[in-house]
């Protein structure tokens, strides 16, 4: 008879080979569950970003503020030598028949190449570009009047090569960038009239995407919006880094006495007295050279952090500002404070813009009037008034009573209290 119990066989030893591939898969699947959360993390807080709100509404408000400011600027202290800079006295130069840039040759930007030779009509598109430059620092109707002062805009700074700086593209690119943002939701015309007007919806839709409506979804224009922010920033931290990893390879920079070369040359130093007194100090002409190196190549990195951030935009705001007033490029500097000005918070910029009003308002209002005393002296001394002769006391009656005290110039207290028995 058989026995028909089961026999277990118990495993073998396993191999070290095995176990160190069980523990490479265990590794690996670890990781990418981490790797897969952080991503599903990631996302999720870009797309929240992205769609949800429109970030630093009031940065980039103050960012079309100074850019329109920055074109007014320019052109009004152009316009004595705007025929000699840009219009008909330029045909020396040869840029005239050839134009150095590109630009000019695309019929989009062509505008004022083909009227530079009539001064009747180059001085009217540039009243109308002034113009337009003022439209878009109100953010009147922006939507039409910026992309309009961009394409403009292009045709007119690129007459002549010699004339541009590198602040020119920086503007430009900006300008195309404000295109696709809301720039006039803060702070504008526009603002203010979506505020006041009431869309009726049974107008035509024409009227109503003239009246304020939104012309594309929501999502889609936070979307917008917001990578146009993500755009800037890239661009303006580009800028610095290759700026500061440019000026350390130059022997100058190194040594530290690269700000000292520029302010002493006639084109870039307008303020001789001031670039004297500024330079004669070596040490702090060191502290200024590799100062401003290092608060570019810094600068991306001091946004990731608040406390930091304020550094930084303090920092390259007084870099900014010494360039514009020792170097005298001042419409370069206010264009790149411009672009800069979206890396500060909405909630700071409300403060600030609380605290002007409530200063202004405190200077211009009136002091309240005084109210006259019907009192007599008070205890602390004589009145200032000069004593009055007595006159002889005549008996008033009731009756009588307020109107001796209107004579007097006392009566809104006495004319106020009711008379006994009235009503």
């Known amino acids: 008879m058989t026995d028909s119990t089961p026999t277990t066989t118990r495993p073998g030893p396993v191999s070290p080979v095995t176990r160190a591939g069980r523990l490479v898969r265990a590794v690996v699947l670890g990781v990418l569950d981490v790797v897969r959360g952080l991503a599903t993390r990631a996302g999720g807080f870009a797309e929240s970003w ?7 509404t009031y940065g980039i408000a103050v960012t079309r503020m100074l850019l329109g ?27 005239t028949a050839e134009p150095v840039s590109p630009l000019p040759r695309i019929w989009l930007f062509s505008l004022f190449q083909r009227i530079r030779l009539n001064d009747a009509a180059f001085t ?26 961009f394409v403009a ?18 503007y430009r690119i900006a300008l195309l960038s404000l295109i696709f943002a809301d720039s006039a939701g803060r702070w504008s015309l526009d603002a203010r009239r979506r505020a006041r007007t009431r ?3 049974k107008r035509n839709w024409l009227v109503q995407v003239w009246q304020g409506d939104r012309l594309l979804p929501e999502w889609l224009t936070n979307l917008s919006h917001n990578l146009v922010l993500v755009s800037m920033t890239l661009h303006v931290c580009i800028v610095y880094a290759s700026g500061a990893l440019y000026k350390a390879g130059g022997e100058p920079w190194q040594q530290g006495y690269a700000i000292y070369n520029p302010l002493h040359v006639t084109r870039f130093g307008p303020w001789p007295e001031l670039s ?9 002409v060191t502290v200024i050279s590799w100062s401003s190196i290092i608060i570019q190549m810094c600068f991306p990195m001091m946004l990731l952090n608040r406390i930091s951030r304020v550094i930084g935009l303090f920092g390259i705001l007084s870099f900014h500002i010494g360039i514009a007033i020792l170097m005298g ?26 605290f002007v009003r409530d200063s202004w308002r405190n200077t211009t209002a009136e002091p309240e009037p005084v109210e006259p005393s019907v009192e007599g002296p008070s205890a602390d001394g004589p009145s200032a008034e ?10 008033v009656t009731p009756a009588e009573q307020p109107r001796q005290l209107a004579d007097a110039g006392v009566l809104t207290r006495v004319e106020q209290q009711p008379q006994p028995g009235a009503g």
């Open 199 to 201: 869309i009726d919806p």
């Open 386 to 395: 000069p004593p009055e002769e007595p006159v002889d006391q005549v008996p």
């Open 153 to 170: 805009w292009v045709s007119f700074i690129e007459l002549n090569d010699a004339a541009s700086d590198q602040g020119d593209n920086m």
């Open 50 to 56: 992205l769609m949800d709100a429109k970030h630093a």
């Open 329 to 354: 490029l001042p419409w370069f500097s206010l264009a790149m404070i411009a672009i800069d000005s979206i890396f500060i918070r909405d909630v700071t910029w409300r403060r600030m813009a609380d």
């Open 276 to 284: 004297d007194l500024l330079t004669t100090f070596a040490p702090m």
């Open 69 to 95: 400011a920055t074109g007014i600027g320019l052109l009004l202290t152009n316009f004595s030598t705007r025929l000699y800079t840009f219009g008909s006295g330029v045909a020396w130069s040869g840029e």
């Open 124 to 149: 009217t598109g540039y009243v109308i570009l002034f113009l337009l430059a003022v439209a878009v620092l109100l953010g009147w109707r922006t939507r039409l009047t910026l992309p309009v002062f």
